[in-house]
Nanobody
Framework: QVQLVESGGGLVQPGGSLRLSCAAS????????MGWYRQAPGKQRELVAV???????NYADSVKGRFTISRDIAKNTVYLQMNNLKPEDTAVYYC????????WGQGTQVTVSS
């Protein structure tokens, strides 16, 4: 099993920044990508950003230029730096890890509001 623990969510004003962290532990051998998804109330879960273990990245169009995903190999941790946050970024953000199947964290709330 893979355990994913997210941290770093919270309340921020529009234009502000947050950094989410996701630490992976357990049977992490064979994981080939990690990423962030989000789900707003009444909406489907959507991909925000993903990083493969070959270090390629992919972003949702809505966050390109504002969010950056990165990885600390030694710490088995993935980060999501979120800048210039907008109210529409408000959602529960979930960390994921991909092997043959997907593993999910418990989610962390991000609220962008004045």
């Amino acid at each position: 099993q893979v355990q994913l623990v997210e941290s770093g969510g919270g309340l921020v004003q529009p234009g502000g920044s947050l950094r989410l962290s996701c630490a992976a532990s357990g049977s992490i051998a064979g994981i080939n990508a990690m990423g962030w998804y989000r789900q707003a109330p009444g909406k489907q879960r959507e991909l925000v950003a993903v990083i493969t273990f070959g270090s390629s990245t992919n972003y949702a169009d809505s966050v390109k230029g504002r969010f950056t995903i990165s990885r600390d190999i030694a710490k088995n941790t993935v980060y999501l730096q979120m800048n210039n946050l907008k109210p529409e970024d408000t959602a529960v953000y979930y960390c994921s890890a991909r092997r043959v199947t997907y593993y999910w964290g418990q989610g962390t709330q991000v609220t962008v509001s004045s």
